[in-house]
DNA sequence: AGCTTTCGCTACGAGTCGTAGCGTAACTGT
DNA sequence: ACAGTTACGCTACGACTCGTAGCGAAAGCT
């Protein structure tokens, strides 16, 4: 679980602890609300209500809207899994179809764009969404790879460096490709669209994992 | 250039007419306020005081901010061709870094991502950006394939729907690994990282053979 | 001319924002 | 038990944006 308060971190060892019951009761409430209103209409007034909090314990909390909805979309990402299924094909079918299904919520649908569109105005943000959210899923990529060479799948990495950049641009091709398949042409990422991806990504590996 | 407006089409010959003007600075105001401002303290009333107009007028003519926004980054795509540059590789690249440039700028990316995370619950706001968008893009890897198989480095389709399939899995994975890289890592597409993702791509074209 | 539609301007109720202030609850150390 | 410290619920507040209505004037057509 991530610890999205970083405010006092190690101070007030004294005085009334923080509820954590509340925590998890607002990041519930976040979700319905984006769920029942989408990502512009929900106000943080609706989410408090929701939550049986009163809106000043939001606000004492998180900075606002975009750090509450990301500590509550990141929960989601808890249980990205990547289960030894035997191939490199295997293990990245199964991890598509997991993201995908993810991606399939409404809370996850339109509240993730929404906070990458809001994070390029917003560095610390934007730190917040990669630490909580893209690195956990960047891991999996960085595990697949050193299953398949282990495997014999894929040939072992000479140069690191080189080596960081292709899981970079594999990370990208594959996060990128089921979003933009889900949101953008608003179309299910099913199994037979993960087996054509899967095809075409993995021929382009093989071939071209020498560089 | 894209109608935006679609009430009163073929209404209303008489009267006075609509200041196309007023159109193209609305427009413009609307993109310099996304730079200004980025896309959730856009206000409509600052749009029309930057392009000079009234605020009523604003509402006259689009339905709301998500409208107008569509329309107004709809305009930076005006500038996406496809020469023909010798290759499929070659052409690859090049249209990918041309999208590379659009994504590059400010009022692209915060608004990009805002409007797509609102679609997912304005079904013709969707629709809207399909057709003033995201059709525009997917035309030129159309284009792109029949080109490539002219020259024989692709085989032509024998299945209409599997081609049709086929063709919006690479758009997918197109843009959505440019749209990843420069929105969510939040680094450049530049040349090396276009060539590195050009490669694996055509690799898992082409299936293994030549590369 | 007369008709029609748009434009700029002002004003308005409704809703949200983020904060301040207060009294109370919960927990800690002496 | 008691004082110290922090979190909580509640209320109220000014500031802001929203989207609309109403008005008179401007611009085009027949």
Redesign the interface.
Known sequence: MVNGMRCRSQAARTGRPRSAAADAAILAATRAALVEL???KLTLGYVATLAGVAKTTLYRRWAGKNELVVDAVAELFDELELPDRGSLAADIEGVVLQFAAILDR?EA??????V??????DEPL?ER?RTSI?DRQKRLVLEGRARAQARGELPPESDQAAAD??A??I???V???????T?????PADEE?VR??T??????????SG?
Chains 1, 2 share one sequence.
């Open positions: 989408g990502w512009s409404p649908k339109t509240a993730l764009m929404a990458v569109a809001e994070s390029t105005r934007r969404i893209v950049r292709t970079a641009l990370f990208d091709v996060a990128g490709a089921v979003v933009h398949r949101l953008v042409s608003a179309e669209w054509s991806f095809r075409i990504l993995l021929l382009g590996l093989t071939g071209a560089g």
